[in-house]
Every structure is written in structure tokens, then in C-alpha cells.
């Protein structure tokens, strides 16, 4: 039986797959294609996140989009310095969500 993914994967899973012995079909990605396959990874863990209940789960779901963040930084050249220095200026301009804010509607004007 044959189940497709056509997905990124880590760099051991193949490895994994073997051991199970299962024989896994693994192509190299092209530079060019893989910032498009980590955005779409991210968005695969977050779903992953947002279903996840227990805190196991969560910690699990949230390292590996740290681990994603870290190589989409590695892959456009971005240091995490460099990340971390923007979270603090967007932190400082617009605040972090310690205190629970949810916005249900704005009345808006011309000033807005």
C-alpha cells in the first residue's frame, strides 16, 4: 500500500521510516522550493497547535514551529538576533497579549 505526503519533512524521518520498515521515496527539495514548503509546514504545525488540547501536545506542536521559524530564518539569510530585536520593537510599539485583549468590533470613522 502506498500513502502519500508530498510534504517537508525533518531531516531523520526517513531513517525512522526505514526502521519501521516501511521504504519511504525522498527527493531533495531545489533551494527555490523551500521557503514555499516551510510556510506551508508552518501552517500544517499551527493547525496542528490549534487542535492540540493537552500541554504536552502544545509544547510538542510548539517546538516544532520554533524549529520552523529557525529555518525559514536560515534559509533568507535572517539572524535570530535579528528576529528577536523585531519582536521587542513590536512588543514596545503595539504591546504583547498578556492581558487577554479580544476585539469584537470598531465603530469606525473618518479618522480611523
Known sequence: MKKVYNKLI???IPEIIVADNCQPKIRVLKKSEMLTELKKKVLE???ELFE???KSEII???ADILE???AIAENINIETKLL???Q???????????NRLFLEYVIENKKC
Do not use: A, C, H, Y
Open 10 to 12: 525533518r531531516d531523520k
Open 45 to 47: 504545525e499551527s493547525k
Open 52 to 54: 492540540s488540547d493537552k
Open 60 to 62: 510538542n506542536e510548539l
Open 68 to 70: 520552523l521559524i529557525d
Open 84 to 86: 528577536k530585536t523585531e
Open 88 to 98: 521587542r520593537v513590536k512588543r514596545q510599539k503595539r504591546g504583547g497579549f498578556k
